[in-house]
């Protein structure tokens, strides 16, 4: 934060459960998850600062465009085990899934599964480009990631008839949608709020957009839901930080893209 002083933040990975952890044990002034809240991690504030589209992927040479939600379902169950239950080719199915705590695997757990187990015949994965390697090199695979990790090596394909886009989630037409969430204690100090005002200024929203997902301000009303959204005051206006870091004293864990 070059324009209010010498402050500077350490940003460390491990996961959105991990994050929320840190917020509630006081290790991190700032929790970063990328699903909502669950549990005792209700007692913390979210600001939300972006949504994410989670895509659903398959190799490129797969026929296969479009599944419903029952039919994704299905397949994450090991109930539909061939392709050719969906418009695509007569070979069996390779579900690759993210690993429990990831917020990848949370929010598809919630909007998807609900209940359902996934198949203990997953092949499991613990970041989404090592989900996307899998699936760029196994015309069989389905999994899902980050629609900002979505490359030429794989194909999305659509929920519903709808494809994710940045336009589809902020209109609201795309379901797989997950917050992108800064998690604080009450009462948090004069420097976060000041980072998280950052957070949702023109500057930092345009960042996140080029990243792939979709800032706050640009979601049509009605859509993705905000779980006890907070607009933080800032003690200093709206800074502009460039290159700098936010760390009073504690550590700010976060899940990052890959999770």
């Known amino acids: 934060m070059n324009e209010v002083g010498n402050i500077s933040i350490n940003v460390q990975g491990g996961g959105s459960s991990a994050g929320a952890r840190a917020a509630l044990s ?6 970063m998850l990328s699903r909502d809240l669950h549990g005792d991690e ?5 600001t939300i600062i972006a949504y994410d589209a989670i895509a659903l992927i398959v190799h490129p040479s797969n026929p296969c465009d479009n599944l419903d939600i029952v039919e994704i379902k299905s397949i994450f169950a090991e109930e539909i085990t061939s392709w050719s239950e ?21 929010a598809f757990d919630e909007i998807i599964m609900g209940i359902t187990e996934v198949t203990p015949g997953a092949i499991v994965q613990d970041s989404n480009g090592a989900v996307r390697e899998i699936v760029a090199g196994d015309p069989s695979a389905i999994g899902y990631l980050s629609l900002g990790l979505v490359d030429k090596r794989v194909k999305a394909i659509a929920v519903q008839s709808v494809l994710p886009s940045i336009d589809t989630v902020a209109n609201n037409t795309y379901k797989l949608v997950r ?75 976060e899940p990052g893209p890959d999770n």
Do not use: Y
């Open 86 to 106: 969906v418009g695509g080719k007569a070979r069996k199915i390779h579900v690759v899934a993210r690993e429990e705590g990831s917020g990848t695997r949370s």
């Open 179 to 253: 917050p992108m969430i800064l998690a604080t204690r009450e009462g948090p100090g004069r420097e976060v709020m000041d980072f998280i005002s950052f957070c949702l200024g023109e500057w930092a929203q345009a960042i996140l957009a080029r990243e792939g997902l979709v800032p706050v301000t640009s979601v049509a009303p009605g859509g993705p839901p905000e779980p006890g959204h907070r607009d933080p005051e800032p003690a200093h206006g709206n800074p502009g930080l460039e290159h700098g870091s936010l760390k009073p004293g504690h550590d700010g864990l």
């Open 26 to 31: 006081g290790v991190a002034e700032v929790g």
């Open 42 to 46: 209700k007692t913390l504030i979210p």
